[in-house]
């Protein structure tokens, strides 16, 4: 797993990186710009919304939407791609925060639109995951949603083969969920579902309005 001091010498690279295993159609990030059209296209079935993106990285998603007028406020532990991210989004409220120890206090009793996550909770073991969603829920807006697009799979039998097919560069310090797990523990208080964009991505989406 990559520390905050890992991400900020892999800042400027990022985006090639990625870059290059999409276009190849490979682990781990076959489908990534498909996963952020995907959010981006939820996203702009409304207007005027507030966006909060947590580990927003350079800003690649949150840009396009900034740009178009949309409020964003922003989360990540790199202070290096915070700063590639602000010279795109001078206005945004980008927080410099670790999210794996809960939310800032900066956004404290804040109400959003859309909540989304690219490639950033992965970091989180699977129980974690559960609760820091659950802990999202209370900054929704009514009728607001939660978008989160990874490296995920539907089952775990998908996660397993992929897994052995890139067994070589498997990376065994993330933590990669899969959408049937994350759903059941979910579903009882909210409306679930889980679009499979490739391989192995896809986007969890959490309803807030059939929340109890």
């Known amino acids: 797993m990559l520390d905050s001091k890992g991400f900020d010498l892999w800042a400027d690279g990022y985006d090639k990186s990625v870059n290059l295993s999409e276009e190849n159609n490979e682990y781990p990030f076959a489908g990534y710009k498909d996963v ?4 981006y296209n939820k996203i ?19 840009t396009q939407l900034y740009n178009e007028g949309y409020k964003i406020t922003g989360i990540d532990f790199s ?5 590639i991210a602000k ?15 809960g ?9 959003y639109d859309y909540i989304i996550s690219t490639y950033a909770i992965h970091h989180l ?4 995951k559960v609760k820091f969603i659950k802990s999202l829920v209370n900054l ?3 009728n607001g949603k939660i978008l989160i697009g990874d490296v995920s799979f539907e089952t775990r039998e998908e996660l397993d083969k992929c897994k052995e097919l890139n067994k070589e560069d498997w990376d ?3 933590f990669y969920f899969v959408a049937n797990d994350i759903m059941n523990n979910l579903s009882d208080s909210y409306c679930c579902n889980y679009d499979k964009i490739s391989h192995c991505a896809g986007v969890l989406v959490v309803d807030c309005t059939s929340s109890t």
């Open 36 to 39: 952020l059209n995907y959010i």
């Open 103 to 111: 939310l800032p206090n900066e956004i404290t009793g804040k109400k």
């Open 125 to 128: 073991y699977d129980e974690e």
């Open 172 to 174: 065994n310090d993330e």
């Open 79 to 83: 202070s290096n791609m915070i700063d």
């Open 140 to 142: 929704l807006n009514v």
């Open 44 to 62: 702009k079935e409304s207007s005027n919304s507030n966006v909060l993106d947590i580990g927003f990285g350079t800003g690649i998603l949150t």
């Open 87 to 101: 010279n795109k989004m001078p206005d945004a409220m980008l927080i410099n925060w670790d999210f794996s120890k």
